[in-house]
């Protein structure tokens, strides 16, 4: 089983559409949670962290349920440009260390 | 302000090469992670680095080895290349080891190996 789970779409939503992506981690120890965005080819790119009290930023809203273990991403009134992969992170603290576990990606398409 | 720079930005390298990767991260982070990216799937965590020690090591074979530098640079090292080596490589660069610091990513190093 993967250590963080997204369902990889694609999304196909036409522009101004309300859509939601969800998220699992299986280790109760991860500590730390976040949306990335990636488009085609570039970098990921912190969209948003995440917190257990749900957070929102403009047309982006997160929720973390830690008893679930269960991450989510609300868009509202999709754009364009929101067109890109956007990937569940996770934080674990191992010893010493500190890693970004990635799910393997959630596919958006916004179409006119 | 110049962001997290890695280099060269693309390589083709032949099965049992060995190839050195570059990361340059942001002035006054300490903190360097590498992440390797297969097409189609999510960022992979390698090694992080924190003040040119060894924070933390993901489940990647011994070919794999890191160094950072006292100016915070780092090198990532893969010998005897094989063809599954293909991927993105990622750096990122954060002010601290601390959990909550944001991580920034440079472009990556692509690397193709024939």
């Known amino acids: 089983r993967k250590e963080v789970e997204q369902d990889p779409g694609p999304f196909n939503v036409p522009e101004g559409a309300t859509v939601a992506f969800n998220c699992t981690y299986s280790n109760s120890a991860s500590q730390s949670f976040f949306w990335y965005r990636q488009d085609c080819r570039k970098e990921p790119k912190l969209l948003m962290s995440v917190y257990s009290s749900g957070n929102e930023d403009g047309r982006f809203t997160a929720q973390l349920n830690r008893a679930s273990q269960y991450i989510s991403l609300l868009i509202r009134d999709s754009k364009l440009s929101d067109s890109a992969t956007y990937l569940c992170?996770?934080?674990?603290?191992?010893?010493?260390?500190?890693?970004?576990?990635f799910g393997g990606g959630t596919r958006l398409m916004v179409k006119p | 302000d110049a962001g997290v720079t890695q280099s060269p930005t693309h390589l083709i390298k032949t099965r049992g090469q060995q190839v050195t990767l570059r990361c340059s991260p942001i002035s006054g982070h300490k903190s360097v992670s590498w992440y390797q990216q297969v097409l189609g799937q999510g960022p992979q965590f390698i090694f992080q680095?924190?003040?040119?020690?060894?924070?933390g090591r993901g489940n990647f074979p011994d070919r794999f080895s890191a160094r950072q530098f006292p100016n915070y640079s780092s090198e990532l090292n893969v010998n005897a290349l094989l063809l599954g080596d293909s991927a993105l490589y990622l750096c990122?660069?954060?002010?601290?080891?601390?959990?909550?610091?944001?991580?920034?990513f440079g472009q990556g190093t692509r690397l193709t190996v024939v």
């Open positions: 990122a660069s954060r002010i601290s080891h601390f959990m909550n610091t944001e991580a920034f």
């Open positions: 992170v996770v934080n674990i603290s191992p010893n010493a260390g500190n890693m970004l576990t």
């Open positions: 680095y924190y003040e040119k020690e060894e924070r």
